[in-house]
């Protein structure tokens, strides 16, 4: 069944937005990404309305996001909310074992040479096997992944799209939504969240539970409530709710997730 949020008032909510894939499209390089001018003005024009309470909520490092979304330096949770920069601009992050992490960086890049064509990636508090380019080596990452995890025997496995990454901090991308919505400018306010993968869901599940808005953009099974297509349907969102007088949108494109 499909149907169009009734009303939303950039006044009263708190937003939300993964970067790849709701963003951004991806792409095979994950450094080769781009917001487009629409998004920047967008995430601007909604951050004005929404008296700040906007939040990036990646898996990516919030070096790499404030380098794409540069100069525009919104609050925002990496690698998962394993780091976080709150809304006055204080950084935190999650203290990971640095011998564990340097271990289990140089592991995945030996797999990573061994196999042409995925990518070897180490942030903060994780490290990760993409493999956007050679898909047919899902298995092979996957397996390769669940051996380090028990030959580490510390860290846990999540999937991506095109992406397995091994994570050494508990949190998810629901506990930084929850960490936002407990302060100014977030608080008492109505989320509302844009994901597109599986980290996602952990997310979707926290703003149905404070009576949210959740959108899962893209096909497939999610908790989310409603659904967008693609990066360009969320283009067209961002336009439709942030340029109408007062923050308002009596009419958007939003569809409910059957
Ligand atoms: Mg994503």
Known sequence: MMSEIPHLDCGQAAFFFDFDGVLAPIVDDPLGVSVSPIIRQGLRDIHNRAGGAVAIISGRELAQIDRFLAPLELPAAGIHGAERRRPDGRFEHDEIDAAILKHAGERVMAFTSRHEGTLAETKNASVAVHFRKR?????????????????????????????????????????????????????????????????????????????????????????????????????????????????EASHNNLGRAS
């Not at 995890?149 to 992406?163: F, P, Q």
């Not at 404070?210 to 961002?238: C, H």
């Open 135 to 247: 898909p047919d080596l899902e298995a092979a990452a996957q397996e390769f992944m669940r051996d380090l995890v028990a030959e580490l025997g510390h860290g846990k496995l999540v999937s991506g799209k095109m992406v397995v990454e091994l994570k050494f901090s508990d949190r998810t991308k629901g506990d930084a939504i929850l960490h936002f919505m407990e302060a100014d400018p977030f608080s008492g306010r109505r989320p509302v969240f844009f994901g597109d993968d599986i980290t996602d869901e952990d997310g979707f599940q926290i703003v149905n539970s404070m009576d949210g808005i959740s959108v899962k953009v893209g096909s497939g099974e999610t908790r989310a409530r409603y659904r967008l297509d693609d990066t360009s349907a969320v283009e067209s969102w961002f336009t439709t709710v942030c340029r109408h007088p007062r923050g």
